[in-house]
């Protein structure tokens, strides 16, 4: 069964969460400037962007992480 990505917002605190599938318990790491990756069994299940909304207006960033992206039949 294949995971869809869920997106979550906090406003107040300026978080965006992506999470691979449902959320689950994970080991957090930071691997860039407020870039927080979540690891379950050696396998990315979402990262979290700190400071989001202050980043997407003032210029364009990367996030290191590849996605594979693709419709549903």
Known sequence: MENKMMFFYDKEGD????SIGEPKNALSREIGNDVIVRMHNNEVVGFTILNFEKRSFSKPFNIPV?????LDA
Do not use: G, S
């Not at 978080?15 to 992506?18: A, F, G, K, N």
């Not at 590849?66 to 693709?70: G, N, T």
């Open 15 to 18: 978080v965006l969460d992506v």
């Open 66 to 70: 590849k996605a594979e992206m693709r």
